[in-house]
C-alpha cells in the first residue's frame, strides 16, 4: 500500500556560464537606465524661468537691458478662434482679456526703460493687437509671412539696432523655432505673453538668458 506520492521534477542545473551573465545583463540595464535618467536631469529643457526668486536679478537681463543689447521675443495674448472669451475684434485678433494681459505686460516693460528700445510685431493681427496694447503702437516687419525658421536669427539682427533693444511680438511657433537654434529643441511651447531674453553677442552669436511669464512680472521686478 501506498501512502504517500512524492512529485520530483528533475532539472538540468545551471552552468557557471549562465549565473555570471545573468548578472552582467542586470547589472548593464540597471546602468542603462541610470544614463537616462542622468541625461533627463541633465538637458536642458527650456530656456531659464527668470520668473522665479531673483533670477531677473543675477541672470544679466538688467545691465544688458541697459545697453541695448537684448533682443525679447515676446508671444501674443490670447487670441480669439482659440479661446471661449469674448474676442475684443477680429477673430483672427486677441480676445479682451488677451489685451487686459498685454497692457498689464506693456507696464512690466516700460518699468525696465523702453527709451533705448524698439518694437516690432509680426504681420498678423493678433501681434499688432498685443503690441498695441502693450506701448501705444504697432510697427510690424516688412515681411508679408511670420518671421520664424532657420532664418529668424538673420532676420531678428537685421531689425536690431546697435546699442538698442529690440522687442519683438510674435507667435509661439516662431519663438519656439528660435529656442531650438538656441540649444532647446525639447522647449515646452511658451505661454501667452512670456518673453524670452536673449543677449547679442559680438561676434552675433545669440545666447539665451531665460524666459519671464507674464503672470511673473510683479515677483521678478520686486527683486530688482
Known sequence: MVNKVIDLTLTKPRSLRALIKRPK??????????????????????????????????????PLWRDGD????????????RSTNPCLGPVEGVTINGSQHAENLGKAFKSLGMDGSDVLASPAIRTAQTARFMFGKTDTTASQTAVCG????????????????????????????FETALGFPHARFPEYGSALFV?????GK?????????PDWPNALKQR
Not at 50 to 56: A, I, K, N, S, T
Not at 70 to 81: A, M, S, T
Not at 199 to 203: A, G, I, R
Open 25 to 62: 545583463a542586470l547589472w548593464l540595464g540597471i546602468a542603462v537606465i541610470g544614463l537616462l535618467l542622468t541625461a533627463s536631469l541633465l538637458w536642458p529643457a527650456s530656456p531659464r524661468d527668470l520668473g522665479v526668486g531673483d533670477r531677473l536679478l543675477t541672470s544679466q537681463v538688467l
Open 70 to 81: 537684448l533682443i525679447v521675443l515676446v508671444r501674443h495674448e490670447e487670441r480669439c478662434d
Open 150 to 177: 532657420a532664418a529668424m536669427g538673420e532676420e531678428l539682427l537685421s531689425n536690431k539696432q546697435p546699442g538698442r533693444n529690440l522687442v519683438f511680438v510674435t507667435h509661439s511657433g516662431c519663438i519656439a523655432d
Open 199 to 203: 543677449q547679442v553677442l559680438p561676434n
Open 206 to 214: 545669440f545666447k539665451s538668458l531665460g524666459i519671464v511669464k507674464n
